[in-house]
């Protein structure tokens, strides 16, 4: 049972390149999130997604974009790198609305340059 | 729609107690507590679902005033592991996001 996987752990863009983080968890868990972190600014959710083929958006969805073709996965794509996009991503999982808390992967370290 | 978090910062002897605040202007279906380490994830530490609810973890607790749109993490004989940043969650009734406040930085000192 690895939980929640994320990757790469560290990742260095040129501005305007795309990549995409990967998130995996094996948890059967239907709710899955993308957070960003920023020193001082405590963590902002991107996307979310309460199962598979179902994604919203949320704080601070410019820029990025999520699907989620099955349970287990839902990856964040940055479209055109931007130098404010340099933050640490973590995505998490719950298995449902208020049946308990969030899981989190070890984050993506994330330098626009 | 960000909750707010008081105090942003604590600093505390091993032994003493502290409390964390976390308001809403929005009605809550559930409040969170999360306590992240330097360099780490977020780590789940308990979720509270109805008014009036309270919970304990260890010597962690943390109780839930519904009407108030408010939660108090109590951290009680401070020990030296609880050093962390602190950060509550929160989900409304009519949505499924989660979304946090800014933090609350603990720092525990021998």
């Known amino acids: 049972n690895a939980g929640v996987t994320q990757t790469p752990k560290f990742q260095v863009l040129k501005t305007g390149q795309s990549m995409t983080l990967q998130c995996a968890q094996d948890?059967?868990?239907?709710?899955m999130s993308w957070y960003r972190q920023d020193p001082g600014m405590g963590l902002r959710l991107i996307h979310y997604?309460?199962?598979?083929?179902?994604?919203d958006q949320g704080e601070v969805p410019n820029g990025y974009n999520v699907s989620r073709s099955t349970t287990e996965d839902f990856p964040l794509r940055l479209l055109s790198a931007a130098p404010s996009q340099t933050s640490v991503y973590f995505c998490?999982?719950?298995?449902?609305?208020?049946?308990?808390?969030?899981?989190f992967g070890s984050g993506t370290r994330l330098t626009v340059v | 729609q960000q909750p707010v978090q008081s105090p942003q910062a604590v600093i505390l002897r091993e032994g003493e107690d502290a409390v964390i605040n976390c308001s809403s202007s929005?009605?809550?279906?559930?409040v969170h507590w999360y306590r992240q380490k330097h360099g780490e994830a977020p780590v789940f530490l308990m979720i509270?679902?109805?008014?009036?609810e309270q919970k304990g973890h260890e010597k962690i607790s943390a109780s839930f005033n519904e009407k108030k749109q408010q939660s108090s993490l109590y951290l009680t004989a401070s020990q030296l592991s609880y050093s962390g940043t602190y950060f509550c969650?929160?989900?409304?009734?009519?949505?499924?996001?989660?979304?946090f406040g800014t933090g609350t930085r603990l720092q525990v000192f021998p």
């Open positions: 998490a999982s719950s298995y449902d609305k208020g049946r308990g808390g969030y899981t």
């Open positions: 948890m059967n868990h239907e709710y």
């Open positions: 929005k009605a809550l279906y559930s």
């Open positions: 969650g929160t989900e409304g009734y009519n949505t499924d996001k989660l979304i």
């Open positions: 509270l679902l109805k008014g009036g």
């Open positions: 997604s309460v199962g598979a083929g179902i994604t």
